[in-house]
C-alpha cells in the first residue's frame, strides 16, 4: 500500500530550511564563515556556594580542589578507633576486676575452712552425731524385740499392700474406702513411733548425747555466723568489691563515649560525602574498582 503524503510532517523541514537561509543572508558574501554569530555562546553560571561556604567544582577542575585539601573526618574517625580500644580495655579490666573479687572471697572462704578452729568445730560435730546414732540404736534395742512393736509395724505394712493391691484391681478407690484405711495404716505406725518415744525418753545417756550434738552443731553455726560477718568487712574483699564499682563505672562511660564517637563518625561522614560528592574529595580511594571505575 503506498503512503500518502502528509502535509503537517514536512512543515518543519519546510520551516527550517527557510529559517537557515534567513539567517545564511546575514554572513558576509564570499566567505565559509557564515555560521559565525548565528549562536552565540553561553554564559556559564556563576558557580554555586553551598550552606557551608564551599564551591561544588566541576569535574575539570577536582585536582585544583583536591590539592585545596579535604576535609574528611579525620578527628572523628580516631576518635571512633580510641573509643573502640578504651572500651575493649575496659571490658577486659571489668572482667579482671570480677575475677579478682571472686579469687578474694575464695581464698577467704578457703583460709576459713582449712582453720584449725574450724575443722576441730566440724570433726566434733561429726563425732556426736556418730555417738548420738549409736546411742538411739542402742535405747532402741528392747523396742525392736518387744511383740508389740513388730505387730504394729507388720500391720502397717499389710495395710500399705492392701491399698496398693486394691488400687491395682480397681483404680481410684472410693473416698470413705481410701480414708478408712489410710487412717489405719496411720495407726499402727502411730503406734510403733509411740514406743519408739517412750524408749528413747527413758534413756538419760542418749539425751546427753543428743544435748552434746546440739551444743558441737551450735559451735560450727556459730563459726559461719562469725566467717559471714568477717567477709563484709574484710579489707581486701572491701577493696575488691571498690575496684569493680570504679571499673564498671569506667565501662558505662567508655561504652557511652564509644556509641557517640560512632553516631558522631557517622555524621560527619556522611556531612563530608555529601558536600564534595562531586569534587572528587569526598573519601580516599584505594585500589582497582572494576571495569565500572572507581
Known sequence: MNRLFNPLCAAPIFLGMICGFTLAADAPPG????????NPPMTPPAPSTGDFGQTNVPP????????????????????????????AYWHATFHRAEKELEDTV?????????????????????????????????????????PKYLAALELRDKTADRIA???????????????????????????????????????DALKSTRQRMVEANARVVALRATFDTS??????????????EDTRVALIS??????????????????????HRWDGVAAPQYGWAGPYGY
Open 31 to 38: 566567505t565559509q564563515e557564515w555560521f559565525r554569530g548565528q
Open 60 to 87: 575539570g577542575n577536582r585536582a585544583a580542589q583536591a590539592a585545596a585539601g579535604s576535609d574528611f573526618p579525620t578527628d572523628q574517625m580516631h576518635d571512633w578507633v580510641v573509643a573502640n580500644a578504651q572500651y
Open 106 to 146: 575464695r581464698m577467704a572462704q578457703f583460709t576459713f575452712e582449712q582453720s584449725k578452729e574450724y575443722q576441730e568445730a566440724v570433726a566434733a560435730e561429726k563425732r556426736a552425731y556418730d555417738a548420738y546414732i549409736a546411742e538411739r540404736r542402742h535405747a532402741l534395742e528392747s523396742v525392736v524385740k518387744d
Open 165 to 203: 493391691a486394691l488400687r491395682a484391681k480397681h483404680g481410684e478407690l472410693p473416698r470413705d474406702i481410701m480414708v478408712e484405711l489410710a487412717s489405719l495404716k496411720l495407726q499402727f505406725a502411730s503406734d510403733a513411733h509411740a514406743m519408739e518415744t517412750e524408749a528413747l525418753d527413758r534413756d
Open 231 to 244: 567477709v563484709r568487712t574484710n579489707p581486701q574483699i572491701l577493696q575488691a568489691r571498690r575496684n569493680l
Open 254 to 275: 567508655s561504652e557511652a563515649y564509644l556509641n557517640a564517637s560512632c553516631v558522631a563518625t557517622a555524621l560527619a561522614s556522611d556531612y563530608s560525602f555529601y558536600r
